[in-house]
């Protein structure tokens, strides 16, 4: 089955250090997904990529879809306390409506 | 508008025990999803239900595992008997269609065996 792979599993950065998340899938998917998860909380989304190669940007967050539609990143510049929490991608396969989730990075910021 | 519910929002039983919790997802979203996450790792999708039918239930493990969506809104996702690995946060979720929609996460229920 599909699988999607994320690295680093965890990542601790002092308040203003910029923080990169990368994200694999075992297959080519049709979209991909990005969720944030705050300690104790629910997943909540963030955002969604489609196209080849598309580049998505929320403020300080950078969101990019790999050219063969099998890889993500997500970049945070000079990142702040209200980053931490762990992020997910989730990758939609092309055959069916399933989204399988990553295993996340665990971000904490050192303030 | 209203979030995704869930109840209860914890739970403790001693193996072999039986549990059931419940979902209302956002009114309108046609598209309902139990996930199952264990401490550390992402959510893993239980079964998805379009309406009231079931889309995917292919990593529900059956002979423990039930669940029903009545009339197309709310659903109850059911446990019995209960094994220790079974200790985890029990996500519902919804989207207004399957596919490229985000989901609405609700709080979890966090179920603990014993």
């Known amino acids: 089955g599909q699988q999607v792979m994320q690295i680093p599993q965890y990542q601790h950065v002092q308040e203003g250090e910029d923080f990169t998340t990368y994200c694999n899938s075992s297959?080519?998917?049709?979209?991909i997904q990005w969720y944030k998860q705050r300690p104790g909380g629910h997943p909540v989304f963030l955002i969604q990529?489609?196209?080849?190669?598309e580049v998505k940007k929320q403020k300080r967050l950078t969101f990019q879809f790999g050219e063969a539609k099998k890889n993500s990143s997500l970049h945070i510049t000079a990142t702040q306390t209200t980053d931490v929490g762990t992020y997910f991608c989730?990758?939609?396969?092309?055959?069916?409506?399933?989204?399988?989730f990553g295993e996340g990075t665990q971000l904490t910021v050192n303030p | 508008e209203a979030g995704v519910a869930q109840s209860p929002r914890y739970k403790i039983i001693e193996k072999r025990q039986s549990v059931a919790f419940w979902c209302n997802p956002i009114?309108?979203?046609?598209?309902l999803y139990w996930y199952q996450q264990i401490l550390g790792q992402g959510p893993k999708l239980l079964i998805q239900?379009?309406?009231?039918?079931?889309?995917?239930d292919s990593q529900l493990p059956k002979d423990r595992f039930s669940a029903e969506r009545l009339k197309g809104v709310d659903s109850t996702l059911k446990i019995q008997p209960a094994k220790l690995e079974d200790s985890a946060v029990y996500l519902c979720?919804?989207?207004?269609?399957?596919?490229?929609?985000?989901?609405?996460f609700g709080p979890g229920t966090r179920l603990t065996v014993t």
């Open positions: 009114s309108g979203h046609a598209t």
């Open positions: 990529l489609v196209k080849s190669g």
């Open positions: 297959t080519t998917l049709s979209n």
């Open positions: 239900f379009q309406n009231n039918g079931v889309v995917d």
């Open positions: 979720a919804s989207s207004l269609y399957r596919g490229s929609y985000e989901q609405y």
């Open positions: 989730a990758g939609l396969e092309t055959s069916g409506s399933r989204l399988t």
